[in-house]
Protein backbone atom coordinates (compact mmCIF):
# COMPACT_ATOMS: atom_id res chain seq x y z
CA UNK A 1 0.00 0.00 0.00
CA UNK A 2 2.99 2.33 1.21
CA UNK A 3 4.31 1.68 -2.46
CA UNK A 4 1.09 2.42 -4.72
CA UNK A 5 0.61 5.67 -2.42
CA UNK A 6 4.43 6.61 -3.18
CA UNK A 7 4.45 5.65 -6.76
CA UNK A 8 0.79 7.55 -7.72
CA UNK A 9 2.23 11.11 -8.97
CA UNK A 10 -1.50 12.75 -8.02
CA UNK A 11 -0.17 11.89 -4.04
CA UNK A 12 2.28 13.97 -2.03
CA UNK A 13 4.21 13.56 1.65
CA UNK A 14 5.21 15.42 4.14
CA UNK A 15 7.49 13.84 7.19
CA UNK A 16 8.64 16.85 9.82
CA UNK A 17 11.06 15.43 12.76
CA UNK A 18 9.20 11.72 13.38
CA UNK A 19 7.61 11.51 10.26
CA UNK A 20 11.21 12.86 8.83
CA UNK A 21 12.55 9.72 10.54
CA UNK A 22 9.66 7.64 9.13
CA UNK A 23 10.14 8.49 5.45
CA UNK A 24 13.62 7.59 5.52
CA UNK A 25 12.82 4.54 7.00
CA UNK A 26 10.87 4.09 3.44
CA UNK A 27 13.05 5.21 1.39
CA UNK A 28 13.19 1.90 -0.20
CA UNK A 29 9.21 2.61 -1.02
CA UNK A 30 10.15 5.77 -1.81
CA UNK A 31 10.60 6.47 -5.98
CA UNK A 32 14.04 8.95 -6.43
CA UNK A 33 15.17 8.60 -2.14
CA UNK A 34 18.02 6.29 -2.75
CA UNK A 35 20.32 8.95 -1.84
CA UNK A 36 18.34 10.25 1.16
CA UNK A 37 20.19 10.09 4.68
CA UNK A 38 19.54 8.40 8.13
CA UNK A 39 18.31 10.64 10.84
CA UNK A 40 19.81 9.64 13.91
CA UNK A 41 21.19 10.76 17.33
CA UNK A 42 22.05 14.65 17.56
CA UNK A 43 25.88 14.88 18.14
CA UNK A 44 25.44 16.88 21.26
CA UNK A 45 23.98 13.51 22.76
CA UNK A 46 20.60 15.76 24.15
CA UNK A 47 17.09 16.90 23.18
CA UNK A 48 17.67 20.07 21.24
CA UNK A 49 14.31 22.87 21.59
CA UNK A 50 15.60 25.96 19.70
CA UNK A 51 14.94 28.41 16.99
CA UNK A 52 17.56 27.73 14.01
CA UNK A 53 18.02 29.54 10.69
CA UNK A 54 17.18 27.76 7.15
CA UNK A 55 18.05 28.66 3.79
CA UNK A 56 15.93 27.07 1.05
CA UNK A 57 17.68 26.30 -1.96
CA UNK A 58 16.76 26.14 -5.84
CA UNK A 59 15.00 22.67 -5.96
CA UNK A 60 11.74 20.83 -7.29
CA UNK A 61 10.16 20.41 -3.50
CA UNK A 62 6.43 21.00 -4.48
CA UNK A 63 6.32 22.36 -1.09
CA UNK A 64 9.33 25.06 -1.55
CA UNK A 65 8.12 26.08 -4.92
CA UNK A 66 8.99 29.93 -5.34
CA UNK A 67 11.09 29.81 -2.07
CA UNK A 68 14.56 29.68 -3.10
CA UNK A 69 16.77 31.61 -1.15
CA UNK A 70 14.41 32.61 2.05
CA UNK A 71 16.09 32.61 4.82
CA UNK A 72 13.97 31.82 7.63
CA UNK A 73 13.37 31.08 11.64
CA UNK A 74 12.09 27.51 12.33
CA UNK A 75 11.29 25.79 15.79
CA UNK A 76 13.42 22.61 16.10
CA UNK A 77 12.72 19.94 18.38
CA UNK A 78 14.81 16.99 17.94
CA UNK A 79 17.08 14.26 19.91
CA UNK A 80 17.38 12.01 16.60
CA UNK A 81 17.99 14.74 14.21
CA UNK A 82 21.24 14.57 12.64
CA UNK A 83 21.29 13.76 8.82
CA UNK A 84 23.98 10.90 8.44
CA UNK A 85 24.67 10.09 4.62
CA UNK A 86 26.94 7.02 6.09
CA UNK A 87 29.85 6.87 2.83
CA UNK A 88 27.19 7.75 0.18
CA UNK A 89 28.20 11.29 -0.71
CA UNK A 90 25.24 14.13 -0.52
CA UNK A 91 23.76 14.92 -3.83
CA UNK A 92 22.26 18.59 -4.10
CA UNK A 93 19.00 17.82 -5.55
CA UNK A 94 17.88 15.99 -2.66
CA UNK A 95 18.75 18.67 -0.17
CA UNK A 96 15.24 21.25 0.52
CA UNK A 97 16.87 22.81 3.46
CA UNK A 98 19.99 24.10 5.24
CA UNK A 99 21.01 24.90 8.50
CA UNK A 100 22.75 28.99 8.29
CA UNK A 101 24.80 30.90 10.73
CA UNK A 102 23.55 34.38 11.20
CA UNK A 103 26.09 35.13 8.21
CA UNK A 104 24.28 33.26 5.97
CA UNK A 105 26.27 30.26 5.37
CA UNK A 106 25.16 26.89 5.64
CA UNK A 107 27.25 25.44 8.59
CA UNK A 108 28.21 22.76 10.55
CA UNK A 109 28.88 24.57 13.79
CA UNK A 110 26.91 23.92 17.16
CA UNK A 111 24.16 25.76 18.03
CA UNK A 112 23.56 26.70 14.24
CA UNK A 113 23.37 23.28 13.00
CA UNK A 114 22.45 21.84 16.32
CA UNK A 115 22.02 18.63 15.74
CA UNK A 116 25.63 17.78 13.59
CA UNK A 117 24.04 17.24 9.99
CA UNK A 118 26.17 15.87 7.38
CA UNK A 119 26.56 19.18 5.14
CA UNK A 120 23.66 21.30 7.12
CA UNK A 121 21.33 19.50 5.83
CA UNK A 122 17.73 19.85 7.26
CA UNK A 123 15.30 18.78 4.87
CA UNK A 124 15.58 16.51 1.99
CA UNK A 125 13.28 15.88 -0.79
CA UNK A 126 12.15 13.10 -3.32
CA UNK A 127 13.49 13.28 -7.22
CA UNK A 128 9.94 14.30 -8.13
CA UNK A 129 9.31 17.15 -5.58
CA UNK A 130 6.44 15.35 -4.30
CA UNK A 131 8.26 13.69 -0.87
CA UNK A 132 9.27 16.01 1.61
CA UNK A 133 11.48 14.45 5.34
CA UNK A 134 12.20 17.53 6.81
CA UNK A 135 13.66 17.67 10.98
CA UNK A 136 12.89 21.32 11.55
CA UNK A 137 8.95 22.48 12.62
CA UNK A 138 7.63 24.75 9.55
CA UNK A 139 4.03 23.66 11.37
CA UNK A 140 4.92 24.96 14.59
CA UNK A 141 5.55 28.68 12.79
CA UNK A 142 3.50 29.25 10.15
CA UNK A 143 1.64 32.60 11.94
CA UNK A 144 3.53 35.49 12.87
CA UNK A 145 2.03 34.81 16.37
CA UNK A 146 4.14 32.01 17.33
CA UNK A 147 7.22 33.06 16.48
CA UNK A 148 9.40 35.14 19.15
CA UNK A 149 10.37 38.14 16.78
CA UNK A 150 8.52 38.41 13.48
CA UNK A 151 9.17 41.79 10.64
CA UNK A 152 5.90 43.85 10.66
CA UNK A 153 5.84 43.21 6.78
CA UNK A 154 4.74 39.69 7.39
CA UNK A 155 1.61 40.94 8.90
CA UNK A 156 -0.41 37.54 10.10
CA UNK A 157 1.33 34.75 8.37
CA UNK A 158 5.23 33.61 8.23
CA UNK A 159 6.85 32.38 5.01
CA UNK A 160 6.70 29.18 6.24
CA UNK A 161 2.69 29.34 5.57
CA UNK A 162 4.01 29.15 1.75
CA UNK A 163 4.67 25.58 1.62
CA UNK A 164 1.26 25.01 3.07
CA UNK A 165 0.12 27.06 0.31
CA UNK A 166 1.66 25.54 -2.20
CA UNK A 167 0.53 21.75 -0.98
CA UNK A 168 -2.63 22.75 -1.65
CA UNK A 169 -1.57 24.51 -4.95
CA UNK A 170 -0.90 21.04 -5.90
CA UNK A 171 -4.02 18.90 -4.78
CA UNK A 172 -5.74 21.85 -7.27
Request: hydrophobic share 40%; glycine share 8%; net charge negative.
Amino acid sequence: QFEAFFADKKKFALGVCNGCQMLSGLRSLIPGTDHWPDFVRNESEQFEARFSQLEIPAGNSLFFEGMAGARIAVAMAPGEGRADFGTRSVQPTVVAAHYIDNHGQATQTYPYNPNGSTEAVAAVTSDSGRVLAMMPHPERVFRTAQMSWAPAEWSDNSPWMRMFYNARKFVG
